[in-house]
């Protein structure tokens, strides 16, 4: 079975593979070494284990780690200190966070509108380049949805057979 490179899915399973590095990494001391095992290909099994498991585990034990240093920074100051001590700090930590993300809130926008600025001319340049050539582009082939392997995945598991995957390229028909 071919997956194509550029479908989201396979973006999905990627991320997934660099997250169970972040995760590992310092517990192994390698990096980088999860990700590069699968580069190629992998059985659907896995495929699917990464995307429909571990990513949400991830989330999930992520999340409980951020909910806990929210709690930290938001809730037990307030039952330490009182609300007195908390608000005059954060007074003046308003200020100087005001003042930083107004700096680098309009460094972004200079960017963005550059960037735009900068797509939009590439964009025109290209339409009209196409309107004089006039030339049919070919259609891409989009490869098994995530629907098709979430079916195959299925009876994969009802056999206990999991089929090889590879990963390519887009390709395109004509």
């Known amino acids: ?17 660099k997250l ?3 995760l590992f990494a310092n517990k192994y001391g390698v990096s980088g070494r999860y990700e590069s095992r699968f580069q190629n290909g992998t059985n659907l099994c896995h495929y699917m284990r990464v995307i429909m498991v571990y990513i949400p585990l991830m989330f999930l ?5 951020a909910a806990f240093g929210i709690y930290c920074f938001a809730v037990l100051p307030f039952q330490l200190f009182g609300l007195t001590g908390v608000l005059n700090t954060l007074y003046v930590v308003g200020i100087l966070a005001t003042a ?51 079916v195959e995945w299925v009876i994969a598991k009802k056999k206990n ?8 390229e887009a390709q395109t028909q004509q």
């Open 1 to 17: 079975m071919m997956i194509r490179k550029g479908s989201w899915h396979y973006h999905l399973f990627r991320f997934g593979t």
């Open 20 to 22: 169970v590095d972040i």
């Open 161 to 168: 057979v999991c089929p090889l995957i590879s990963f390519n």
């Open 61 to 65: 034990l992520w999340g409980s780690v």
């Open 100 to 150: 930083i993300v107004g700096i680098i809130g309009a460094l972004w926008v200079v960017a963005t509108v550059s960037d735009i600025c900068k797509n939009a001319w590439h964009d025109w340049r290209r339409s009209r380049k196409m309107a004089e050539s006039e030339l049919e582009q070919p259609k891409e082939d989009k490869g098994p949805s995530f629907l098709d392997l979430t």
